[in-house]
């Protein structure tokens, strides 16, 4: 018998609480999003739904500005570390649900091999331009107006191992776009090229100050290359529904059902609703836009608005649990908004449990890999997991 019918896990996108213990691996010594978003707002901000479940605990030594400890939190805190090769989106979910991406992926820092970009172009009849590192809000107001005038497809890359291509919708249909999109992912899936997520990324407008990217991005991550939890409790019968993202990072494997959204907004909305609908079973919600929208663009005051608007639907959701509703919010990797550059961060990430039927005020310490995640949900259901995790649910009292 389950102890919680319902656990509703949010991943919120990139937000990391310092460096990982591994952090000078990546260059990223010194990365602290949430730390680094608080000294922006000189603490003058609040996220004060998030600090009553704990989130201000979890760094008792060197406190967030603005969201303090906190005596008595009504929730369970603690942070993880992964054990991942990789600092990307797919990674960090996959290793929370109990499938670490250890076998490091391909990396191109210095652009796609010519034999990879001629499969495309000869699939596509498109040129290829660019084939770089980029930001690709800036790669598009580069050469969005080329692309206008020429057609050529824009592919570029980032810090993780990523093929994106940008297309304005203008010159290159939607349809087309992700036509070409998963070409490019079924000649990226085995070595020298095993990449781990290709994107398209479409956009609108006429002239480089009005390029807007659409939120018809779709992300078409490898397949996952063993069962993770999500298959588990799907295979244990235990309902697995995603909200957001999720859906594109696990390609579907190990949900019964899912919501594209458009917005951090639209993604609570969907959790709420698949709370005040009766859904049960494990509701699995991604946070995009503190990473789209604000990491990758080292836009600060634009991450700490939008945790905040998060914290404030986070309200509403704390509202309407109930005894045996268990909550998770944790993330799958930094993005520091100050940091050097516009890629991930290695870094800590925040976890907070909670449940209006459990006491609270309890420390989770330091936990790796983020399997542990997992781990406690199979335990909630009575599901057996696979070892890579260990399950935190006896602490939770
Ligand atoms: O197009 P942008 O710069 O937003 O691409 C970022 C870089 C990451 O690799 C990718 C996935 O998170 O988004
Ligand atoms: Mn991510
Ligand atoms: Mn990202």
């Known amino acids: 018998m389950e102890k919680f019918k319902r656990v509703i896990a949010i991943v919120t996108d990139s937000i990391g609480i310092g460096e990982a213990p591994d952090a000078a691996k990546y260059n990223d010594v010194g990365a602290d999003t949430l730390g680094h978003i608080g000294d922006f707002f000189k603490g003058d901000w609040a996220l004060p739904n998030w600090q009553q479940l704990g989130l201000g605990n979890i760094r008792r030594d060197a406190p967030i500005q603005g969201v303090e400890p906190i005596e008595g939190p009504l929730g369970y805190f603690g942070k993880m570390y992964e054990i991942s090769a990789g600092k990307d989106s797919m990674d960090g979910h996959w290793e929370m649900m109990g499938l670490p991406v250890t076998e490091p992926l391909g990396f191109f820092p210095k652009g796609f ?8 172009e000869d699939f596509s ?4 331009i660019v084939n770089l590192p980029y930001s690709g809000t800036e790669v598009i107001a580069k050469y969005g107006e080329h692309q206008l005038k020429t057609g050529d497809l824009i592919v ?26 998963e070409y490019a992912r079924s000649i990226t899936t085995d070595q020298p090229y095993r990449i781990g997520r290709v994107i398209a990324r ?63 907004d639209d993604g609570m909305t969907q959790t709420i609703k698949a709370v005040t609908d009766g859904r049960t079973g494990f509701i699995f919600t991604n946070l995009v836009d503190f990473d789209a929208v604000y990491g990758h663009r080292r836009n600060a005051q634009g991450d700490g ?12 959701l704390l509202a309407i649990m109930e005894d045996d509703d268990l909550l998770m919010i944790t993330s799958d990797h930094g993005n520091d908004p100050t940091f050097r550059g516009t890629d991930h961060t290695r870094e800590f990430v925040p976890l907070v449990v909670y449940s209006p039927g459990l006491p609270g005020n309890g420390d989770l310490g330091i936990r790796s890999p983020f399997a542990d995640m997992g781990a406690t949900i199979l335990a909630n259901f009575g599901v057996a997991n ?10 939770l009292n």
């Open 113 to 120: 091999p010519a034999e990879l970009i001629q499969k495309i």
């Open 386 to 395: 696979d070892g890579s995790g260990q399950s935190f649910l006896n602490e």
């Open 305 to 316: 608005d939008a945790l905040m608007a998060f914290d404030a639907r986070l309200g509403e």
């Open 125 to 128: 009849g498109r040129k290829v």
């Open 202 to 264: 479409p956009y609108v407008g006429d002239s480089a100050d009005t390029f807007t990217r659409t939120s018809d991005r779709h992300d078409y991550a490898l397949m996952p290359n063993a069962p993770t939890d999500l298959d588990r409790l799907q295979a244990a019968g235990v309902p697995t529904y995603g909200v957001g993202k999720i859906n594109d990072i696990f390609s579907g494997q190990g949900l019964d059902d899912g919501v594209h959204t458009t917005s951090n």
């Open 156 to 181: 570029y890359t980032s810090g993780d191992s990523v093929l994106q291509i940008a297309a304005n919708t203008a010159v290159i249909p939607l349809a087309e776009l992700y036509k070409i999109c």
